[in-house]
């Protein structure tokens, strides 16, 4: 990773924490307050060592300064803990931030983009990596301004006793950060490769293991196993790369803080003896002189230690920026934009010269022209890739376009999507539900929605037909990939999803593609009832159904090319060769 790009992620990691300001500051506060508390510990701690080694004051005479040390002690490590529940909150505050950016933009991007890269790398993405910014935001940042602040007031405290010692202070304080950044430059790039190699296993072990059972009937496993371990090889590698990067600049910053330590305690051991004499004001070194610069000795270099430390944190979020801001930054034009909300009661869709374009700008389908009038039902037809699924992606928002298409004399791209997929039902031919029960499912749209709404749709679904055969009911829990359920039921609570929303829009992808003779006919019956009346566009491969359709439109290569009513276009054309296509595979059947 270039520099310019490396400052660029860094610019963008402390522009988010503007978010947790109040958080930043509080942290930095309160870590100020503990450097001085630190100045006042070492001062007593000095004081008493003085007065019982060589004034031998009676120690209860003493007793003062023992439970201001005491009660010193006790405020530092109170400052102590603040610190870290500050830091963290701030931390806190910035993810959550940074989680909803990532998910706002997948919500915009729509399925079509999201399915372009593995489900594992987008776990990664919104989980791991965005979880390693953490330290960044909760102890970097902050440490940043305390390894200057806490300095400066030691430095402040020691040149008016001791000049020389603040001059050791002074030279030696550079000799860290710089090394540390030395270091840290390897590291961006090194967790830069690691979380790429994290993401390239997540992914690949979540498909693996998601098409299992086809793995083993194709008796791949054992070669999926060894390309599964080499995929951890390589992530192993990256990883211990990392740590031995992080180990290293411990190390160097430990080497350097040493060397600076000794000198100052060289220095003075010398001036007690008399080999030394200057770095005083006139006045002879005192014991408490020495003891008070030689506590704060290690802790003049500690916040600039703990820079070094947290500066692997740096290198871990700049890692895991990358992917993050790349995410950001990629902003497909799906027509996210619109304000328009119209009268959507009834819904009618025109399209003139219509070119669906890929989130990269390539061309899908197109040029179409068509109408479509409130109320009328279409049938898509054609083979796999003909560009029927981005049609309606573009109808329904997931994917850009040029040229026209206007809903209800309003332009799609200018239409608020959330007000126009409010009139959407949608069906398609993977039933996707989720974790919770077949109520939650089916109250996905309005989860406020009555029992009574609810048992209605379950019966135009059919779906009582198998709850009530379920001991829990509708409380009956749906596992990952409709676990526990068919693939008829599962459709089946889809179609009652819809049926819940009654969206003046019906658009059907294939809806009973997978489905047994006696699931597709009971979805028939509910689809047909539901959409009466209705607008509707379905994508069928049942072409004996057509004749109930005011308009089939036949498409091939991304473009329509025929288009009418059942009975007109039937005889000839594609629709006359898919339909003989039909009646053959009937025939060897």
């Known amino acids: 990773m270039d520099k310019s790009?490396?400052?660029?992620?860094?610019?963008?990691?402390?522009?988010?924490?503007?978010?947790?300001?109040?958080?930043?500051?509080?942290?930095?506060?309160?870590?100020?307050?503990?450097?001085?508390?630190?100045?006042?510990?070492?001062?007593?701690?000095?004081?008493?060592?003085?007065?019982?080694?060589?004034?031998?004051?009676?120690?209860?005479?003493?007793?003062?300064?023992?439970?201001?040390l005491g009660a010193v002690v006790l405020l530092r490590a109170a400052c102590s803990w603040a610190k870290e529940?500050?830091?963290?909150?701030?931390?806190?505050?910035?993810?959550?931030?940074?989680?909803?950016?990532?998910?706002?933009r997948l919500h915009e991007l729509g399925p079509v983009s999201i399915q372009g890269r593995p489900a594992g790398s987008w776990a990664s993405l919104l989980l791991e990596q965005v979880e390693e910014l953490q330290d960044f935001f909760a102890r970097y940042l902050p440490q940043m301004a305390?390894?200057?602040?806490?300095?400066?007031?030691?430095?402040?405290?020691?040149?008016?006793?001791?000049?020389?010692?603040?001059?050791?202070?002074?030279?030696?304080?550079?000799?860290?950060?710089?090394?540390?950044?030395?270091?840290g430059i390897k590291a961006a790039d090194a967790n830069r490769k690691n979380f790429k190699a994290l993401q390239r296993l997540s992914g690949y072990?979540?498909?693996?293991?998601?098409?299992?059972?086809?793995?083993?009937?194709?008796?791949?496993?054992?070669?999926?196993?060894?390309?599964?371990?080499?995929?951890?090889?390589?992530?192993?590698k990256r990883t211990m790369e990392v740590l031995r990067l992080a180990f290293l600049s411990s190390a160097v910053l430990e080497f350097f803080t040493a060397i600076s330590i000794a000198v100052v305690a060289v220095y003075f051991g010398f001036s007690f003896i008399g080999e030394l004499n200057f770095g005083h004001y006139g006045a002879p070194i005192s014991l408490f002189t020495g003891l008070?610069?030689?506590?704060?000795?290690?802790?003049?270099?500690?916040?600039?230690?703990?820079?070094?430390?947290?500066?692997?944190?740096?290198?871990?979020?700049?890692?895991?920026?990358?992917?993050?801001?790349?995410?950001?930054?990629?902003?497909?034009?799906?027509?996210?934009?619109?304000?328009?909300?119209?009268?959507?009661?009834?819904?009618?869709?025109?399209?003139r010269d219509l070119e669906v374009l890929s989130p990269d700008g390539h061309v899908l389908a197109g040029p179409l022209n068509f109408d479509v009038k409130a109320g009328e039902h279409i049938a898509l037809v054609g083979v796999s890739g003909a560009g029927?699924?981005?049609?309606?992606?573009?109808?329904?928002?997931?994917?850009?376009?040029?040229?026209?298409?206007?809903?209800?004399?309003?332009?799609?791209?200018?239409?608020?999507?959330?007000?126009?997929?409010?009139?959407?039902?949608?069906?398609?031919?993977?039933?996707?539900?989720?974790?919770?029960?077949?109520?939650?499912?089916?109250?996905?749209?309005?989860?406020?929605?009555?029992p009574e709404s609810i048992n209605h749709v379950m019966t135009q679904a059919y779906v009582d037909e198998f709850v009530m055969r379920l001991t829990d009911g509708l409380a009956h829990p749906v596992g990952d990939r409709n676990g526990g359920l068919s693939v008829g039921q599962a459709q089946r609570i889809a179609v009652a999803r819809a049926l819940l929303q009654d969206g003046a829009l019906w658009?059907?992808?294939?809806?009973?593609?997978?489905?047994?003779?006696?699931?597709?006919?009971?979805?028939?019956?509910?689809?047909?009832?539901?959409?009466?009346?209705?607008?509707?566009?379905q994508v069928s491969h049942r072409l004996d159904a057509l004749d109930n359709c005011d308009q089939v439109w036949v498409m091939a290569?991304?473009?329509?090319?025929?288009?009418?009513?059942?009975?007109?276009?039937?005889?000839?054309?594609?629709?006359a060769d898919m339909l003989a296509s039909a009646d053959r595979r009937n025939l060897d059947a």
């Open 205 to 236: 072990f979540y498909d693996r293991l998601r098409g299992l059972p086809t793995l083993r009937l194709f008796n791949r496993t054992d070669a999926e196993a060894e390309q599964l371990h080499l995929a951890s090889h390589t992530f192993r």
């Open 507 to 537: 658009v059907l992808d294939e809806p009973t593609a997978s489905l047994d003779a006696h699931s597709e006919q009971l979805v028939n019956l509910s689809l047909h009832t539901a959409t009466q009346g209705k607008t509707c566009i």
């Open 85 to 104: 529940r500050t830091g963290y909150r701030c931390g806190q505050t910035i993810r959550h931030h940074i989680r909803q950016l990532i998910l706002n």
């Open 557 to 575: 290569d991304g473009a329509i090319t025929q288009q009418g009513k059942f009975k007109d276009i039937a005889a000839q054309g594609q629709l």
């Open 292 to 351: 008070f610069v030689l506590v704060l000795a290690p802790e003049f270099y500690q916040p600039l230690r703990d820079l070094g430390t947290f500066y692997h944190a740096k290198a871990q979020a700049i890692g895991a920026a990358e992917s993050i801001v790349e995410f950001l930054d990629a902003q497909p034009d799906t027509g996210t934009q619109g304000q328009e909300t119209p009268d959507l009661e009834a819904v009618t869709i025109t399209a």
């Open 388 to 450: 029927k699924s981005s049609l309606l992606n573009a109808l329904l928002g997931f994917l850009p376009y040029r040229g026209s298409l206007v809903v209800n004399g309003c332009e799609r791209r200018a239409l608020s999507l959330t007000h126009w997929r409010q009139a959407i039902s949608w069906v398609g031919q993977n039933p996707q539900l989720f974790h919770g029960s077949i109520r939650d499912n089916i109250a996905l749209a309005n989860p406020d929605a009555t």
């Open 5 to 68: 790009k490396q400052r660029a992620l860094t610019k963008w990691l402390k522009s988010q924490s503007v978010l947790a300001k109040p958080w930043l500051v509080a942290t930095i506060g309160i870590a100020f307050t503990s450097g001085l508390l630190l100045i006042a510990q070492a001062a007593l701690l000095a004081h008493l060592l003085y007065q019982l080694i060589i004034e031998q004051a009676d120690k209860y005479s003493l007793l003062p300064s023992f439970i201001g």
């Open 146 to 183: 305390i390894a200057v602040l806490i300095p400066v007031v030691i430095l402040v405290t020691v040149f008016p006793i001791n000049w020389a010692s603040g001059l050791i202070f002074l030279i030696t304080a550079p000799l860290v950060p710089f090394f540390m950044a030395l270091v």
